[in-house]
């Protein structure tokens, strides 16, 4: 039986390695063994580890001690496959827990159903809260997942697109009770077969992805999972709406997009270039058009009625057919003038003049089309056809707007049925995706539009920009963005590094600013970042400038960040500029890094509490765009805890925008059916926060949390970045595999910002990725434990506990610090120190670092009064 049946029921058993890999199988005749002897032995000894646990680890690895390279290059490839094959069949598993949760008959109390969009309005309206309120919630909603190419999945897309047919099979398998004995034998082949492609084919690159590849898989991940997914998002939402007595969404409503950093995101890493990123967004732009052309061409063979149709539909086709003359159509077809009808085709086209919605759709065909050979000719830098390039697309009313009239027309006529398929389907896509799949967000640090201005005023003998204080380059900003003068003279002499960054805003300015999403300045500290890329965008002739999100990374940073935003508030261009709108970015991997988790955790709440007020104050609405990492220690987690350590308000509108990590894309979609589940999972999360916001934390939590934060920064920071002879950067680079992880093919930029310095110009991803290969976590939990136990020390246990209970921030933060700790491996931590580590002063650091671990699981496990840990979530 195949190790992806394994959760059949309730995930009580993995099929051993061995007996996959060797067809040992129960129940099975014996199959050929395709491993080495050694890699065999290996595998068994996994299988008595267990069950035995920790004392059969001696005997593993004095074993592998012995094996050949090649073996165990093998061992490790066969424990890989299954791993990854059992996380793909407990993500299934998921799935089909969550359906049987909603499908009882009474869920009022299941937690899991609580997660699903029935379950919660169910509760929401026991509590008291109008079904009309939740509607509402609902329908302002708007939620942008952004997909970052930070790290890159690891895994190759052949190998990831397997694993998707894995989980297909897998569905169907669910519903054996009505499969014939030879249907459920040909899903077992199925299965196997697949499992037997992806051994035979190697997993990981053996190049490292470029830009454009990155962006190339995001797309194709969209494509393949969201595209599909979108219509029965929208149908559940409806379907539950339905069941509290409240009409459905909007035909029309626009709560989820998509958007990308692949391909934009130029911070640090010199492979993105303009030239990059114009490639990215015709390729989007490309592949989202082919798209709507084959929905369309298939919507004209589902809208063939005849008759009368409304008014506004008639005028539409007098006025598109007014702009046609007597010309080729996609595939040869020749349309001419008729003076009844505006239009008339011919026999070859198939459209009657008495088919009306047939018409209007032949038009919008022909203009997706056009955009579609246009985008194709950009891409390969070939002549484009000028009658072409006049009817592109660029704008998603262009699209929506005959859609929407079709729609409109089939409901007066009586035809909702019919209106309610494919066509709204397609409306509902033509809103998410837009005119490119995925609008492009831009990200540059502060540093590099800071050169580019020194540059210009440098050359024109006003001075040097980087040395004016924040005062003088504001006003000086300021003026030169009002000036109705050029700035930029033709002849600029500039390094390579500034003639990258005027091209990347002169490229800004030739695309469809509905292709774009916001253009990010990571390491903001003042608000001159915020107005030099306004004044750089001027420059580069961009004529609706692209919105602006500042991004504060660093703990000094967050508690700088309201002073910043009110700074620019204050400036009168820029609040007349941002009509009332304002994107704020907050960085949690770096935050982490740079404090740790308390710090990190309560900053970033803070912060967003004082920007709100600044918000207030001048009449701004702040929408926060979370760029929360994959794992836990770098702000990820479970959306339902993340988003409850948000302040009330921060996501009053509904408003929520976040990064989806290049390395947990695949898990939030694997299949269209997870695609669907993850949707589902971020609307509910922010439907319950909006509804229902958590409480204000009284005077004594702040008071506490601030301390802990305080003093778990103070013991961190002294720690990492402040040790002795460097004594913690020696462990690290000795201790953990960062220089292996370097030198992997799992991204397109480098893991350092710069080619020099220490710990702190690491990135974050490296920092979290080194730490969890030895399983010491050192990031979430440094500092931590300590916090705690002085608290405890101090008599302060039942007011942490009291924290516990009551504030949701302080729950949600320690419940995915739990998480987190129950990943954590000290004896495996151990024995990888004494593999690495030689020197004595670096084995006592070791030796302390452990203890840490030890008295943050200890403290963490006291305030919630368990056990053990991970029994709030034993799933």
Request: charged share 25%; with cysteine; glycine share 6%.
């Amino acid at each position: 039986m195949s190790v992806l049946r394994a959760h059949d029921q309730d995930m009580q058993r993995v099929d051993s390695p061995r007996s996959k890999w060797t067809g040992e199988a129960a129940g099975e005749a014996e199959g050929p063994t395709i491993l080495p002897r050694s890699v065999i032995t290996l595998l068994d000894l996994v299988e008595e580890y267990k069950s035995k646990g920790q004392e059969v680890f001696a005997k593993i690895s004095d074993y592998v001690a012995t094996m050949e390279p090649s073996d165990l290059q093998v061992a490790g490839r066969v424990l890989m496959d299954t791993l990854l094959q059992a996380d793909l069949a407990e993500s299934h598993h998921r799935l089909r827990t969550i359906k049987q949760a909603v499908s009882e008959e009474d869920d009022s109390a299941n937690d899991l159903a609580s997660l699903t969009f029935k379950g919660l309005m169910k509760r929401l309206v026991g509590q008291g809260v109008k079904p009309e309120a939740i509607r509402e919630a609902l329908s302002n909603q708007k939620i942008e997942l952004v997909l970052t190419a930070h790290p890159t999945e690891a895994q190759r897309r052949s190998a990831l697109k397997k694993h998707e047919d894995m989980l297909g099979y897998l569905k169907s398998y669910d519903g054996k009770d009505t499969l014939t004995p030879g249907q459920l034998q040909g899903l077992d082949d199925n299965i196997k077969a697949v499992q037997w492609s992806c051994w035979r084919t190697n997993t990981v690159r053996r190049t490292r992805p470029t830009p454009e590849g990155e962006a190339r898989n995001g797309m194709l991940v969209i494509e393949d999972t969201v595209w599909k997914a979108l219509p029965e998002y929208y149908r559940r939402i409806d379907r539950c709406l339905r069941r509290i007595g409240q009409p459905p969404l909007p035909y029309g409503a626009s709560l989820f997009k998509m958007s990308s950093w692949m391909g934009g995101d130029r911070d640090g890493n010199p492979n993105v270039t303009w030239q990059t990123t114009k490639q990215v967004v015709t390729l989007l732009r490309w592949r989202i058009v082919e798209l709507y052309y084959q929905e369309v061409d298939e919507l004209l063979y589902e809208l063939s009625m005849t008759g009368e149709t409304s008014e506004e539909l008639q005028r539409e086709i007098e006025a598109v057919s007014s702009m046609w003359s007597a010309e080729t159509v996609p595939g040869g077809k020749v349309c001419r003038p008729d003076a009844r009808s505006g239009v008339h085709w011919n026999f070859h086209t198939g459209v009657a003049a008495d088919e009306p919605y047939r018409r209007l759709l032949m038009a919008l065909r022909r203009r997706c089309w056009r955009t579609k050979k246009t985008m194709e000719a950009m891409y390969m830098d070939s002549p484009v056809e000028p009658d072409f390039e006049k009817e592109v697309i660029t704008s998603v009313d262009e699209l929506a707007r005959p859609l929407e009239i079709i729609y409109r027309s089939l409901v007066e006529g009586g035809d909702e049925v019919v209106a309610n398929g494919r066509l709204l389907n397609l409306i509902r896509r033509v809103r998410t995706f837009g005119i490119s799949m995925a609008c492009l967000d831009v990200r540059q640090e502060s540093d590099r539009h800071s050169e580019a201005l020194d540059a210009l005023t440098t050359y024109l003998g006003l001075g040097s920009y980087t040395s004016w204080t924040e005062q003088q380059k504001c006003d000086w900003l300021v003026k030169e963005i009002e000036s109705k003068r050029p700035l930029l003279p033709e002849d600029l002499p500039c390094s390579d590094i500034v003639k990258e960054v005027i091209a990347t805003y002169k490229t800004i300015a030739e695309l469809p600013i509905e292709a774009l999403g916001a253009y990010c300045i990571s390491m903001s500290r003042a608000t001159s970042d915020v107005l030099a890329v306004c004044l750089l965008q001027k420059i580069g002739g961009v004529k609706k400038f692209m919105r602006v999100s500042p991004l504060f990374e660093t703990r000094d940073d967050l508690i700088n960040a309201p002073k910043v935003i009110d700074a620019a508030f204050s400036v009168p261009w820029y609040k007349q500029h941002i009509q009332g709108k304002q994107e704020v970015m907050l960085g949690y991997s770096d935050s982490v890094k740079d404090a740790g988790k308390f710090a990190s955790t309560w900053e970033l709440h803070v912060a967003m509490e004082k920007i709100l007020e600044v918000g207030k104050k001048h009449g701004v609405d702040v929408t926060f765009f979370h760029g929360r990492g994959g794992s836990i220690g770098r702000g990820g987690g479970p959306p339902h805890l993340t988003l409850l350590a948000q302040p009330e308000g921060s996501l009053a509108r509904g408003h929520l925008r976040l990064t989806i990590q290049g390395e947990t894309i695949g898990r939030h979609f694997a299949s269209a059916e997870v695609a669907e589940r993850t949707l589902e999972r971020y609307a509910t999360a922010v439907l319950r926060h909006t509804v229902t916001p958590p409480p204000l934390p009284s005077p004594e939590f702040r008071a506490a949390m601030q301390e802990l934060a305080d003093i778990s920064a103070a013991e961190y920071q002294k720690t990492v970045f402040k040790s002795e002879n460097d004594i913690f950067v020696r462990f690290f680079h000795t201790y953990t595999p960062t220089s292996e992880l370097g030198q992997m093919n799992i991204g397109s930029r480098p893991a350092k910002r710069r080619n020099y310095g220490g710990i702190d110009t690491l990135r974050a991803i490296p920092w979290i990725f080194a730490w969890t290969q030895t399983r010491l976590l050192l990031p979430v939990w440094l500092g931590n434990g300590l916090a705690l136990q002085k608290y405890i020390d101090d008599g302060k246990l039942p007011l942490l506990q009291k924290m516990y209970k009551e504030w949701p921030m302080f729950q949600s933060m320690m419940d995915l610090i739990d998480i987190e700790l129950g990943k954590a491996q000290p004896d495996l931590a151990k024995h990888y120190e004494a593999k690495t580590v030689k020197d004595e002063d670096l084995k006592q650091l070791g030796q302390h670092l452990r203890n840490g671990l030890q008295q943050a699981i200890t403290n963490v496990l006291l305030i919630k009064g368990s056990d053990k840990l991970l029994t709030k979530d034993p799933v």
